[in-house]
Antibody
Framework: QVQLKESGPGLVQPSQTLSLTCTVS????????VSWVRQPPGKGLEWMGA???????DYNSALKSRLSISRDTSKSQVFLKMNSLQTEDTAIYFC?????????WGQGVMVTVSS | NIVMTQSPKSMSISVGDRVTMNCKAS??????IAWYQQKPGKSPKLLIY???NRYTGVPDRFTGSGSGTDFTLTINSVQAEDAAFYYC?????????FGSGTKLEIK
């Protein structure tokens, strides 16, 4: 069955770079796209970006200068890297399978930006 | 960028009632809207895509409607388990902006 699982450090220091991995199963990254969504504590959802089945990417313009999404299709993994982290980047980070919408979601990983 | 505005921010409804919540796009998005349900501590779940298509396994008491700039999610005969946040999202063309959400409480 389709599954996505996010992994990465729970704590990142301010100004450092966040690196997250989304490991997927039950579908191919060459036939499906993956998006990243985040949710600050007690707040709403923010679409961050996506990597399409063909390998191209799309980013939220508000994050574009700091954000990079890539993948390793052989390992069924999608990567998120975001630099210059600040406290307002504290959030739960989700990866989702993207078809015509986010039909499958990972459980999310909580990332706290703090010294 | 297109802004998605949801209303109301919260509502309190009794079991069995009908509830309607709204999502307004700042520009024409045709029927390119999805709705999600998120319960506390859980990942969002897809309810509706392309404005009115119910996702697999979603109970038929959930109905999406609208086109252009104004969209509605209706829940007929609300159940206790429907207590959650509901989000709309622009789809098809990026950026895939979310609305700020509507909190549904059950009395």
């Amino acid at each position: 069955q389709v599954q996505l699982k996010e992994s990465g450090p729970g704590l990142v220091q301010p100004s450092q770079t966040l690196s997250l991995t989304c490991t997927v199963s039950g579908f191919s990254l060459t036939s499906n796209s993956v998006s990243w969504v985040r949710q600050p504590p007690g707040k709403g959802l923010e679409w961050m970006g996506a990597i399409w089945s063909g390998g191209s990417t799309d980013y939220n313009s508000a994050l574009k200068s700091r954000l990079s999404i890539s993948r390793d299709t052989s390992k069924s993994q999608v990567f998120l890297k975001m630099n210059s982290l600040q406290t307002e980047d504290t959030a739960i980070y989700f990866c989702t399978r993207w078809g015509y919408s986010s039909d499958y979601w990972g459980q999310g990983v909580m990332v706290t930006v703090s010294s | 960028n297109i802004v998605m505005t949801q209303s109301p921010k919260s509502m309190s409804i009794s079991v069995g009632d009908r509830v309607t919540m709204n999502c307004k796009a700042s520009q024409n998005v045709y029927n390119n809207i999805a709705w999600y349900q998120q319960k506390p501590g859980k990942s969002p779940k897809l309810l509706i895509y392309y404005a009115s298509n119910r996702y697999t396994g979603v109970p038929d008491r959930f109905t999406g409607s609208g086109s252009g700039t104004d969209f509605t999610l209706t829940i007929n005969s609300v159940q206790a388990e429907d207590a959650a946040f509901y989000y709309c999202q622009r789809i098809y063309n990026s950026p895939f902006t979310f609305g700020s959400g509507t909190k549904l409480e059950i009395k």
